[in-house]
C-alpha cells in the first residue's frame, strides 16, 4: 500500500514563508509527477505546482508563481517539498500532495488533472494570519 504523508503546515503572519513536505511510503514506489494542491472551505481542490520524475520540470499556478519553489529532496521523488514564501492570507487552504504512477503527457494540462493522480495524501492546514 503506497501512502503519502504532508508534514509542515501550520501558522504563519502574512508575509511569511512556511515548508511543506510529502513523503511517500509503501511498497517498492516512485512516483512520476508529484503535485500540491490546496482546497479552500467549501471549494474544489485547486492545483498548485507539480514536479516530474526528472526532478526538474516544474509547473506552477499563476497565483503562486515567484511566491513558491517545489523541490525533490532526492531522485524518485519520494520526498517533494513546497517552499512557500511571502504568503498572503488568501494562501490559507488544506494543502495535499498527490502522485501519479505513470508518465503524464507533456503538458500543463496534464498536471493540472486531478483525475491524473493516482494517490493522495491527507492534507496539511496552513494559515496565514493578516
Known amino acids: 500500500q503506497v501512502q503519502l504523508v504532508e508534514s509542515g503546515g501550520g501558522l504563519v503572519q502574512t508575509g511569511g514563508s512556511l515548508r511543506v513536505s510529502c513523503a511517500a511510503s509503501?511498497?517498492?514506489?516512485?512516483?512520476?509527477?508529484v503535485g500540491w494542491w490546496r482546497q479552500f472551505p467549501g471549494k474544489e481542490r485547486e492545483f498548485v505546482s507539480a514536479?516530474?520524475?526528472?526532478?526538474?520540470?516544474?509547473?506552477y499556478s499563476d497565483s503562486v508563481r515567484g511566491r513558491f519553489t517545489i523541490s525533490s529532496a532526492d531522485t524518485k521523488n519520494t520526498v517533494v517539498n513546497l517552499q512557500m514564501t511571502n504568503l498572503q492570507p488568501e494562501d490559507t487552504a488544506v494543502y495535499y500532495c498527490?502522485?501519479?504512477?505513470?508518465?503524464?503527457?507533456?503538458?500543463?494540462?496534464?498536471?493540472?488533472?486531478?483525475?491524473?493522480?493516482?494517490?493522495w495524501g491527507q492534507g496539511t492546514q496552513v494559515t496565514v494570519s493578516s
Open positions: 509503501g511498497r517498492t514506489f516512485s512516483p512520476y509527477t
Open positions: 514536479i516530474r520524475s526528472d526532478g526538474r520540470t516544474v509547473h
Open positions: 498527490a502522485a501519479t504512477l505513470t508518465t503524464l503527457p507533456r503538458t500543463m494540462a496534464s498536471v493540472r488533472e486531478a483525475s491524473n493522480y493516482d494517490y
